[in-house]
């Protein structure tokens, strides 16, 4: 049975998801560039109101992602900004809502738009629950289609220059493997086509 698409994601897995650290990601919420998210289970805020989900300031769980120095292990957070509202002070619980990291997510949607309007290159799930960097299936492909098209180079390290190109010409943001790396995937098969 597959399962239903994404609604929120962890810091933690977003940072592995645009491989960066997780204090960058509360930093770009401190700069309004993404809004974090935590539920909000009986609050009740100065105007009466209440909200089940509210975007809350990246300042204010910075504590919880240092890049140095201890963590907090938790925050109080005392004002949130629900669905189509300004920001409310939390009046219910007095002192407001106790939050750990695992709490602070990001709705899978500004995940999206952030990547889009970032030109991201979302990582190539290979196989059920691995993600990959590169696209290792294509890399295979556009290999065996440059064979049956024009054979093999003379040396290995002509494909392995046409391959790291092939990355490059790929890439939104100029991000490729190292040629060593791409040399491990050739030589598998190089040693058997070309034994010599």
Not at 32 to 39: F, G, Q, R, S
Not at 165 to 181: I, M, Q, R, Y
Request: aromatic share 10%.
């Amino acid at each position: 049975m597959a399962f239903v698409a994404r609604n929120f994601y962890s810091i933690l897995e977003t940072s592995f998801r645009w491989e960066c650290s997780q204090t960058e990601i509360v930093e770009l919420a401190m700069a309004e560039k993404i809004d974090l998210v935590i539920a909000l289970p009986n609050v009740r805020f100065d105007d009466g109101t209440e909200a089940r989900m509210g975007v809350i300031e990246g300042g204010a769980v910075r504590p919880l992602f240092r890049g140095y120095g201890l963590l907090e292990e938790h925050v109080f957070i005392r004002q949130a900004r629900p669905a189509n509202c300004g920001w409310k002070r939390i009046e219910e619980p007095k002192g407001g809502i106790r939050v750990m990291a695992p709490d602070v997510l990001i709705t899978a949607a500004e995940v999206e738009r952030f990547e889009d309007e970032n030109n991201l290159v979302r990582r190539v799930v290979s196989g059920p629950g691995a993600q990959s960097r590169y696209d290792w299936d294509g890399f295979y492909c556009e290999i065996i289609c440059r064979m049956h098209n024009n054979g093999l180079p003379e040396k290995q390290k002509e494909l392995i220059e046409e391959m790291f190109n092939w990355f490059l010409g790929k890439s939104v943001n100029g991000d490729a493997p190292d040629e060593s790396t791409i040399r491990k995937k050739i030589r598998g098969f190089w040693g058997r086509l070309c034994p010599d």
